[in-house]
């Protein structure tokens, strides 16, 4: 019994154990939702999935017109690739059963679905869009390059110029510029002053050809105004670009209404100066231009008249007429005054060249007329000496002699300014500049004096002793030179520079030394040369000394030795006389010679 109930109650479970597996067999894929690529460039479409059952099998499929068509397809036995559809030789399917689409076409903008089957745990899919990108070309505009009248109530339209720009992706679109102001794409072409006409073509390639005309109704404004237009297009990663055609401007004709006549210098003019005046209307195109002065027509022709090397006569009023027959009952004339400032030269009193006598007063006096206020400056040497034309010096001195210039200026008128010179000599008794001493590196070099005196007329000059000699005469100053041979006599006496005209003698006396301080002079050298020889003699009295000293040495030594062999010879001499004594002896005696020996 009890075996029989839980067999019913096993078969009652087995209907609930199938409903639970089947609910828990399930099949889920993941893709990117959007992938961007370039054209001509590869695209890559990631397919993962998760299943629970244990046979799969992974599709790719594209959509077009709500039909769907596989590509290609894997699974656990087989893979392959479909033939004839949009993307067959340009499509692999990767281990990982991602997609990959190279090169892509701009047709492959579509969707794409990775489809996964499960079998007995089911079917699941997930869509990827592929967006496809390409850079359209830089725009060119073909302008309207004829001239555009403006009529007075300015309500006629002009074709501006056409913008096109080839070969883009999505399709892009074109914006037009004033200057840097863009203009609004599609305003109303009654009310507004523009409007624009757009335009697409797509090519064979699936690529866009777009292009605009701009209308304007164009005003003075606008002849200055500066035309271009941009081409603005989509890129990956939601990111935009932006390509400029070449800027233009238009040409556009009108009537003068106002005549302008301007001075170009912008500094006071003087005499001499390039005058440039300019003449010009706010018409288009400018038109000619006569110039006139006195009633004396001076140019007719372009808008600029040009006065070359200028003088006071060339002061007064000048007329500008524009000869513009469009412009009807306008009054096209303007006046211009001009005022060429000038200086008089500038006059000495007494006149160049003014002798005085050592002594005497100077009194100079320079004059002069000019438009404006003026300044008259004495100047000598870089020196000024006066500021009011007059110039009085009380006793001129030798020094006073030289060059002396008056300087007249106007203030107001920049680089206007003339001079005068006057040369002053002052006639006296030459005056001898303080002397400098010579300096030589020994007895019988040769030295050169330079004598500098001032003196009019100018001096002669003695030297003693002399030697060769010349004359330099520098303005009011007279140099001579003397190249003489230094002897011990110029040594000790020096040298005598004379200078002497009419009124009277000069004379300085020129020491000549010996320049210790860099080469050896005669004296010192003497010294120096004497004490090279001490020293000298001092080395060679030490080795004079060691030498003797040495030979002492060997002296004592070699008598030394040789008192030693003679003492030993008289000490050995000594034994052989005892010797021969106490032989002697015996011989003194025959009988001691005979006697025997015990």
């Known amino acids: ?14 209907p609930l154990f199938f409903t639970l597996h089947v609910s828990l067999a399930s099949v889920s894929v993941n893709v990117t939702a959007t992938v961007d690529v370039i054209k001509g460039e590869t695209a890559r479409l990631p397919c993962t999935y998760t299943t629970t059952g244990t046979m799969t099998v992974v599709q790719w499929f594209i959509e077009s017109a709500d039909i769907r068509t596989r590509v290609a397809f894997r699974s656990s036995t087989d893979t392959g690739l479909d033939e004839n559809t949009a993307v067959t030789g340009r499509v692999t399917m990767e281990d990982d059963m991602t997609l990959v689409i190279s090169p892509v076409h701009v047709s492959d903008e579509r969707s794409f679905f990775c489809q996964v089957n499960g079998g007995p745990v089911g079917t699941s899919e997930a869509e990827t869009k592929l967006k496809v990108f390409f850079a359209p070309e830089k725009p060119v505009v073909s302008e309207n390059k004829q001239p555009i009248p403006l009529s007075q109530d300015n309500v006629v339209d002009h074709q501006v110029g056409k913008c096109t720009s080839n070969n883009g992706f999505p399709k892009p679109r074109i914006v037009w510029f004033n200057d840097s102001n863009p203009l609004p794409d599609t305003p109303d072409p009654i009310t507004e002053r523009h409007y624009v006409v757009p335009r697409t073509v797509k090519e064979s390639s699936g690529l866009f050809t777009i292009s605009s005309t701009l209308y304007l109704k164009p005003n003075k404004m606008d002849a200055k105004s500066v035309f271009h237009c941009t081409v603005v297009y989509k890129m990956p990663n939601g990111k935009t670009g932006n390509k400029n055609s070449d800027p233009f401007n238009l040409t556009l ?8 006549f301007t001075l170009l210098n912008t500094s006071p003019i003087k005499e001499g100066d390039e005058v440039k005046m300019k ?3 706010d018409g288009n195109p400018q038109p000619q231009f006569d110039f006139i002065k006195n009633d004396v027509m001076l140019q007719s022709g372009p808008e600029l008249l040009v006065l070359h090397n200028v003088t006071r006569n060339s002061s007064g009023t000048y007329k500008c007429e524009a000869m513009d027959f469009d412009a009807i009952g306008v009054n096209l004339t303007k006046i211009l005054t001009i005022n060429v400032h000038h200086l008089d030269p500038v006059s000495v009193e007494p006149p160049s060249p003014l002798m005085i006598n050592k002594g005497g007063p100077i009194e100079l006096q320079c004059m002069t007329k000019a438009s404006d206020e003026y300044t008259l400056l004495w100047m000598k040497d870089g020196k000024q000496l006066s500021k009011d034309g007059t110039l009085n010096l009380q006793s001129a001195d030798l020094d006073s002699a030289g060059e002396y210039v008056c300087i007249a200026s106007v203030p107001s008128v920049p680089g206007l300014q003339k001079q005068a010179n006057i040369t002053v000599i002052i006639s006296g008794q030459p005056e001898i500049d303080e002397p400098m001493t010579g300096k030589v590196a020994r007895q019988g070099d040769m030295v050169t004096l330079s004598c500098s005196a001032k003196g009019y007329p100018n001096p002669q000059f003695i030297w003693n002793p002399s030697g060769k000699q010349s004359v330099n005469v520098k303005g009011n100053k007279i140099t001579s030179t003397n190249t003489l041979e230094v002897t011990a006599t110029v040594l000790k006496e020096g040298v005598t520079c004379e200078a002497t005209n009419q009124h009277g003698t000069d004379s300085k006396k020129f020491r000549v030394e010996l320049d210790s301080g860099n080469v050896i ?15 000298k003699g001092v080395v060679v009295a030490v080795l004079v000394c060691v030498l003797l000293l040495l030979l002492l040495v060997a002296i004592l030594y070699f008598f030394g030795k040789k008192g030693r062999t003679a003492c030993r010879k008289k000490k050995k001499e000594a034994a052989s006389g005892e010797e021969m004594k106490s032989s002697e002896k015996p011989n003194e005696g025959s009988g001691l010679l005979n006697k025997p020996q015990v």
Not at 253 to 260: D, G, I, M, T
């Open 1 to 14: 019994m009890e075996r029989m109930i839980s067999g019913l109650m096993w078969l009652a479970c087995v």
């Open 253 to 260: 004709l009108y009537p003068s209404e106002n005549v302008f």
């Open 279 to 281: 003449c010009e209307t």
């Open 521 to 535: 002079n005669t004296n010192d050298g003497a010294k120096a040369g004497s004490q090279q020889d001490g020293s």
